[in-house]
């Protein structure tokens, strides 16, 4: 399985980015063996509007399944949702924890956006 996380470096130690379209970078992380692809975020960093549902894009090509991240906003939770691609809110620590903490179900699937839309 492919899952993204948000990210502030670009390997599995640096830790998570809480925000989820200005996120600095996304890593997709493959849960079989932890190999993993960096996003470069940066068009979407200072973007004036729109910056979640272009990073959903992106994690979507490169065919994520769950996106892991601190807060997602309600259009970029909308865009993931119709790309059937959970979300689990509230990740926290470095990559690598984070997508453990949700391979052993510390870290459940959300069924909403847990912040306002640009923040």
């Known amino acids: 399985m492919k899952i993204a996380v948000t990210s ?10 809480p925000r989820f379209g200005r996120a600095a970078y996304i890593l997709v992380v493959d ?11 940066k068009e979407n960093v200072n973007a004036l509007k729109g910056a979640g549902i272009q990073a959903a894009c992106m994690v979507s090509d ?10 997602c906003g309600p259009n970029a939770f909308k865009t993931l ?7 689990a809110n509230d990740a926290g ?6 997508v453990k903490a949700y391979l052993d179900g510390k870290l459940p699937l959300s069924n909403k956006a847990n912040v306002e839309g640009q923040w």
Request: no cysteine; hydrophobic share 40%; glycine share 14%.
């Open 62 to 71: 490169r065919g994520a399944e769950v996106l892991l991240t601190g807060f």
């Open 81 to 87: 949702k119709a790309a059937k691609i959970g979300v």
């Open 93 to 98: 620590g470095s990559v690598r924890d984070a």
């Open 8 to 17: 502030k470096g670009t390997n599995l130690d640096s830790q998570v980015d």
């Open 31 to 41: 849960s079989e063996d932890f190999g993993f692809e960096v996003l470069d975020n």
